[in-house]
């Protein structure tokens, strides 16, 4: 469990994280991978040399090659071409056999991956369809282990669960276990728009206008797998495309947690909410895998930019002096000696300053203009700096884009000054503008 720091400061109450990605297929579904093959062998179901097949957006199909590897079973995958490549590659690593179903299809088309699984399992002798949507000891598992790990290791202080819903199997699994110690745990489902769960959920209607295809991997259905418990869910919280990638990346950068895609949508579901929360509440959000499998999609700039995705993440005026933002603006006045700016420059590294008169910006002083003054005629240190003065730094406001911005950097002008109101001013040099680029 992992405490989320930065990202959640405006989120009243303890936002944990339960990371999944330490499972070895980097995964939660290694929990119930391996319950689903234990149980089909229990009941029979699954005998020595068989072939183990399975309808999967990538992480089950690690969890069960895991399994199939130990225990000597074939595998076969049946995917949906909008999963990540990434996803289709590793399970083939892993020995897998995989089928690339289209998306766009309904569940009961011969094309989907769900039906090509069905029959597969049909055609090949001594073969066990694990059917994680339907197969309730992909709930059980959680029920047996992830619910109480997360019980355990909030003792037992969790008054929220908050995760992505696919197959159903982790939330309804974890909301039994963590309802029957304590049924005011409130249980939340992330859903994406283009899914069934939030609508069926509230008005008990299945209502096909809600399918559409949806980018967001993992979470969302066009079905209503028997995973889900539905009665033990207190909300759906739909969740766009869009903000699902672009807090994943926040996540990666602000928290150091590098999590796939619903891990975002599930963090966003969260800020979504958060007038419910209050100080005293204790959130567990899991985050169900590793963000590995998506370095060519949400990870990747141009796949963002493709989806007009990175708008969101415009920088401004605001975000460009965010490492020295709370250190005084340095300055000089206009009738101080020019070695008093030369003191200042080379004691904290700078190479240019704004230069005041009378509580007013009236000029700017820089090395490219006080080096060739001050070669010509040593004498130069002890003249008035307003003696050297360039125009004054142009002044920008906080929410100014970037691309304003830069607008005013040129071979006459290396920096801008932000108005922060009450009369308070940053600086943005020609560094600041380049290590915001890079
Ligand atoms: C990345 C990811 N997130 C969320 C989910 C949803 O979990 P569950 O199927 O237990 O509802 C899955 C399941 O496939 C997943 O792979």
Known sequence: MVKLNKIAEDIPGTILAKVEYFNPGHSVKDRMALKMIE???ARGDLKPGGTVIECTSGNTGMGLALACIVKGYSLICTM???QSKEKIDIL??????????PTNVPPDHPESYYS???RKSKEIENSFWVNQYDNLSNRLAHYESTGPEIWEQTDGKVTHFVVGVGTGGTISGVAKYLKEKNPDVQIWGVDSYGSVFKKYHETGEFDEKEIYSYITEGIGEDIL?????????????????RDGAVVTRELAKKEGLFLGYSGGSAFQAVRQLKDKLTKDDVVVILFHDHGSRYVGKVFNDDWMRERGFLNEEKKTAQDLFADHKDLPLLLVNSG???HNAVAIMRKFGVSQLPVMEEGKFVGSIDDSRLIPALAADPSARDKEVRNYMRAPFPVVQLSDPLTAVAKYFNEENGAVLVDQGQGRYQIITRHDLVASMS
Do not use: M
């Open 39 to 41: 149980d089909a062998e």
């Open 80 to 82: 949906s071409d909008k």
């Open 92 to 101: 083939r690593a892993v020995g897998a056999e995989v089928y690339v179903c």
């Open 116 to 118: 090509v699984a069905e």
């Open 225 to 241: 797998p028997k995973n889900v418990d539905f009665s033990l869910i207190d909300h759906f919280e739909k969740v766009t495309d």
């Open 336 to 338: 101080e000696p020019v």
